[in-house]
């Protein structure tokens, strides 16, 4: 028997909404921020604010910020038929000491998962090639191209504001998880009666 096909999935920005960080902006920096105003990953950049303001912002917001940012649109739904035939492996740049906080998360709101990693930064190339993933969903751009041009896996970007650029070729571009649930079961056609 064939191994069944393991997913690479980043969590914030890919299976949480990527609008989850807009609200916080908001009640701390600009009340008429709006999600469109996030045309880059940097924050610092996007507010005009030091990184090291940023920085700590986002330290003293993160428990709250991680454990109520809601689910992406219809990917509980999509993770949920995709774990019977699929294996879900998510890396995710978050910290060790958020995983119990993350579990909760993935609980709470009925995400199933066979495996989470929380490396502490987004370098997430070593990890996807030591958990042997097959594909790889992602929010940030340099991220998914690095993933794609190291591993020469097929990568998915879910489309941003702060991700728009030209893509390579092996790096597609995503507008919700119903597209990418009908390209996936194209590229890795669900095989009855599979190993883990």
Same mark, same amino acid.
């Given at each position: 028997?064939?191994?069944?096909?393991?997913?690479?999935?980043?969590?914030?920005?890919?299976?949480?909404?990527?609008?989850?960080?807009?609200?916080?902006?908001?009640?701390? #920096?600009?009340?008429? #921020?709006?999600?469109?105003? +996030?045309?880059?990953?940097?924050?610092?950049?996007?507010?005009?604010?030091?990184?090291?303001?940023?920085?700590?912002?986002?330290?003293?917001?993160?428990?709250? !910020?991680?454990?109520?940012? &809601?689910?992406?649109?219809? @990917?509980?739904?999509?993770?949920?038929?995709?774990?019977?035939?699929?294996?879900? +492996? #998510?890396?995710? @740049?978050?910290?060790?000491?958020?995983?119990? $906080? /993350?579990?909760?998360? #993935?609980? /709470?709101?009925?995400?199933?998962?066979?495996? !989470?990693?929380?490396?502490?930064?987004?370098?997430? !190339?070593?990890? @996807?090639?030591?958990?042997?993933?097959?594909?790889?969903?992602?929010?940030?751009?340099?991220?998914?191209?690095? +993933?794609?041009?190291?591993?020469?896996?097929?990568?998915?970007?879910?489309? /941003? &504001?702060?991700?728009?650029?030209? $893509? &390579? @070729?092996?790096?597609?571009?995503?507008?919700?998880?119903?597209?990418?649930?009908?390209? +996936?079961?194209?590229?890795?056609?669900?095989?009855?009666?599979?190993?883990?």
């Amino acid at each position: 028997m064939n191994r069944k096909f393991r997913m690479g999935i980043d969590i914030d920005g890919t299976v949480t909404c990527p609008t989850a960080l807009v609200p916080y902006l908001q009640r701390s #920096f600009n009340k008429d #921020f709006k999600y469109e105003d +996030i045309t880059e990953y940097d924050l610092s950049n996007v507010l005009n604010i030091p990184e090291s303001e940023i920085y700590q912002w986002f330290k003293d917001n993160e428990h709250e !910020i991680y454990k109520y940012s &809601p689910v992406h649109n219809d @990917a509980d739904h999509v993770l949920m038929n995709w774990a019977n035939y699929y294996q879900l +492996i #998510f890396i995710s @740049a978050r910290h060790s000491y958020l995983q119990e $906080l /993350t579990i909760d998360w #993935f609980k /709470t709101h009925n995400v199933p998962y066979h495996h !989470i990693e929380l490396t502490g930064s987004h370098e997430k !190339i070593e990890t @996807a090639r030591r958990l042997n993933v097959d594909a790889f969903f992602e929010d940030k751009l340099d991220n998914a191209i690095e +993933i794609h041009n190291a591993l020469n896996i097929p990568v998915y970007l879910f489309d /941003t &504001p702060y991700n728009q650029s030209e $893509l &390579p @070729a092996g790096v597609t571009r995503v507008k919700s998880w119903l597209e990418l649930d009908t390209l +996936i079961k194209k590229q890795f056609p669900i095989r009855k009666g599979e190993d883990s």
